[in-house]
């Protein structure tokens, strides 16, 4: 159990942790992908390092791009990293991270809550005040009770599936609350673990201490929604505002229309500072006509946060013009491909093994555009985050050469040695990863292994791989996919990838199917530490699932993003490792 002096100490300083400056593993790197002085006095990286451009002139439309979709706008759904990003716009939960680049970006600060948590009962209890004068997009004051059903609306997997889980494994403590949908509360209040003594003060009751709590405080999935206007698996199309804009209008697959919200009081606000006076969100089926018009300056960003195709990447690093305004930061990302171990003969360890020995690390990195696209992975735990150690490289992914050798022993072993058919699941509007997945192909081949390659429409990710029951169904047995930390810890990073407890029959990430019951205990061990007592534990798990031969990542992940020159106060915040859309203007 964490001790009382530990738990206050959490109240003061949320761990910040640099996730931009912490994936810089890998032994593949390259100039390109790097800013030194010279090039940061250009421009190169420097919305990397600091703000450009800073600004508070209001006025104009932010225009935004993105090859996919968002998954949803509702915020206890919403799991796509750009999406957290552009829900800051809209969404204003108890904490949030701060507007600033650098280290200072990783903090958690008061949002709708007037302060940090108060913890109490050795670290088990948290309690929040709002401020005054909060407001929903209608006028209607945000009450504690507000904050409270948005969080028990987390709670209605059967409804509302696709977010992160983590509220309901510390507050449900067998209570097995159903949701609001199903509660027999008449206020719809029935979550016994929170309690709302008075329309301003929030008390969470945790079964047991964890030093996280505060980071999932700072999640969409701890955003208010008013009970009287929530619309069930529909509120995603006009989720009601509490931030700077709202929603004119939705249309999925298309995009979305975000105009003032004129009961956003900024003095209420140190995060967001609301300067455009419209922002438009586009999606489109072609990349490379988006990235031709990003460099026109017909539009401002792509935010899905994967960076320019190869066209023009080529582009941008061959004119000085462009590349001023352009980044090459790390994300925070992993790429990788992941084994379900429900689907045969992956249920077999050496078969795994056959797959990594024999995937030609460097073909994959240059499938996702050479060294600019990110550094050759080694293990599941970028370098910075706790308990990470980036030399730890079990498979020899990081020299760079298939190993046709051991991969054929590999296959021996598991009872294969002519190889065997299996599928690869992809997403069909991510090039990179279609092209990792034509990569890993070509390699198989040489070694027996027949994998068959299946695009899938990727705003349908939640149900086509984030279903166990489809990926058997398939016989997806390799998936290809990215991943960030929901927050800024190992557990953030690891947990929902590899926790038995965190598998869903819909909006699954655990896509491996691992279930073992010493990795589940280390976390719930490491919860009850400090970040720094914790990092052993993560180290642990780190190294028991890549033991298992569950993952082949492919690299820590950079991307190389333009943004339009006439934009003010950009930066990459390193929660997010994106562009900060709560601060982004334009020149007038």
């Not at 599941?380 to 050798?405: A, C, H, I, R, W």
Request: net charge neutral; hydrophobic share 35%; proline share 7%.
């Amino acid at each position: 159990m964490i001790r009382r002096k530990q738990a206050l100490a959490i109240t003061a300083v949320i761990a910040a942790l640099s996730l931009t400056a912490a994936c810089g593993g890998g032994s593949d790197t390259s100039n390109d992908g790097k800013s030194g002085d010279a090039e940061s006095a250009k421009g190169y990286s420097g919305a990397a390092e600091g703000v450009i451009n800073a600004s508070d002139a209001k006025g104009g439309e932010l225009k935004l791009w993105s090859p996919q979709d968002v998954d949803y706008l509702d915020p206890q759904r919403a799991y796509y990293g750009f999406v957290w990003d552009l829900q800051r716009l809209y969404v204003r939960s108890l904490l949030a991270y701060d507007a600033k680049p650098g280290k200072d970006g990783t903090k958690a600060v008061p949002d709708l809550a007037e302060a940090l948590p108060v913890v109490t009962n050795d670290g088990k209890t948290y309690t929040l005040k709002l401020k005054d004068g909060v407001k929903f997009e209608d006028g209607t004051p945000i009450t504690s009770k507000d904050v409270k059903y948005g969080i028990e609306r987390v709670f209605a997997q059967d409804v509302l599936s696709g977010g992160p889980t983590y509220l309901i494994d510390l507050l449900d403590q067998g209570q097995k609350y159903p949701g609001p949908y199903k509660d027999t509360d008449p206020d719809k209040m029935g979550l016994k673990s929170v309690q709302t003594p008075d329309d301003k003060t929030i008390v969470f009751n945790l079964a047991s201490a964890n030093a996280d709590f505060s980071y999932l405080l700072a999640m969409p999935t701890s955003s208010p929604v008013p009970a009287a206007k929530d619309t069930g698996a529909t509120y995603t199309n006009k989720p009601l505002s509490t931030g700077p804009y709202k929603v004119e209008s939705f249309t999925a697959g298309k995009g979305a229309t975000f105009v003032r919200n004129e009961n956003w009081d900024p003095k209420t606000d140190p995060i967001r500072k609301g300067l455009p006076d419209k922002v438009s969100f586009t999606v489109t089926t072609n990349p490379d006509d988006m990235d031709q018009r990003l460099l026109s300056g017909d539009i401002d960003l792509a935010i899905d946060g994967t960076g320019v195709q190869q066209a023009a990447k080529n582009k941008i690093l061959k004119d000085a013009n462009l590349k001023k305004n352009a980044d090459n930061p790390f994300t925070g990302y992993i790429r990788y491909f992941v084994f379900p171990t429900t689907v045969a003969p992956f249920d077999n360890i050496e078969c795994r093994k056959a797959v990594i020995y024999a995937a030609d690390p460097k073909s994959l990195q240059t499938a996702r555009g050479g060294p600019t696209s990110g550094d050759l992975g080694a293990n599941m735990l970028p370098p910075g985050v706790p308990g990470s150690d980036k030399n730890y490289d079990p498979f020899n992914l990081t020299k760079g050469k298939p190993q046709e050798v051991k991969a054929k022993e590999a296959l021996k072993a598991c009872g294969k040695p002519d190889g065997f058919e299996t599928t690869i699941a992809v997403r069909n509007n991510k090039a990179p990863e279609v092209k990792t997945a034509e990569s890993l192909q070509a390699s198989l081949a040489k070694v027996g292994i027949k994998a068959t390659i299946d695009q899938y429409d990727g705003k349908l990710n939640s149900s086509v791989i984030g279903s166990p029951e489809n990926v058997k169904k398939k016989n997806y047995g390799i998936i290809v996919m990215g991943w960030g930390a929901d927050y800024n810890s190992g557990s953030g990073f690891l947990q929902p990838l590899v926790d038995g407890s965190f598998i869903l029959p819909n909006g699954n990430n655990n896509y491996s199917m691992i279930n073992d019951p010493e990795i589940n205990g280390l976390f719930k061990t490491a919860a009850t530490k400090t970040p720094e007592e914790a990092a052993p534990f993560y180290t642990q798990i780190n190294q028991k699932v890549m033991e298992k031969a569950l993952y082949l990542p492919i690299n820590f992940d950079k991307a190389l993003v333009y943004h339009n020159p006439r934009l003010t106060n950009v930066y990459f915040n390193e929660s997010f490792g994106k562009i900060d859309l709560a601060t982004v203007g334009i020149k007038q």
